[in-house]
Nanobody, 129 residues
């Protein structure tokens, strides 16, 4: 079965940290760009970050730049999103997505979102005191 499985979410206090994992099964992530998206209650899903299949180039939304770090470990067939200095505005369901392509540039825009081939099930991140 081809799927992405996320883990690492939960409840954290403001200023805290979480690391989300996105593990692929049934296919190898080597040939895929990885995007991270989130959807807060009552809001549309938005792109947060992405990492390219080649070279590990990364991009971040302005709202998370300097606080979040995306990475990948192809040997473990897993991608990660390290989230530091979390605040209540980061509360959302977080999704990872894989889009096929060998390249140095990833895309987490709405177009990149539509081009994604596989999606994780989503995982809740709640930032609250």
């Amino acid at each position: 079965q081809l799927q992405l499985v996320e883990s690492g979410g939960g409840l954290v206090q403001p200023g805290g940290s979480l690391r989300l994992s996105c593990a692929a099964s049934g296919f190898t992530l080597d040939y895929y760009h990885i995007g991270w998206f989130r959807q807060a209650p009552g809001k549309e899903r938005e792109g947060v970050s992405c990492i390219s299949s080649l070279g590990g180039s990364t991009k971040y939304a302005d709202s998370v730049k300097g606080r979040f770090t995306v990475s990948r470990d192809n040997a473990k067939n897993t991608a990660y999103l390290q989230m530091n200095s979390l605040n209540p505005e980061d509360t959302a369901v977080y999704y990872c997505a894989a889009s096929w392509g060998l390249g140095y540039v990833c895309d987490f825009s709405p177009l990149g979102e539509r081009k994604s081939d596989y999606w994780g099930q989503g995982i809740q991140v709640t930032v609250s005191s």
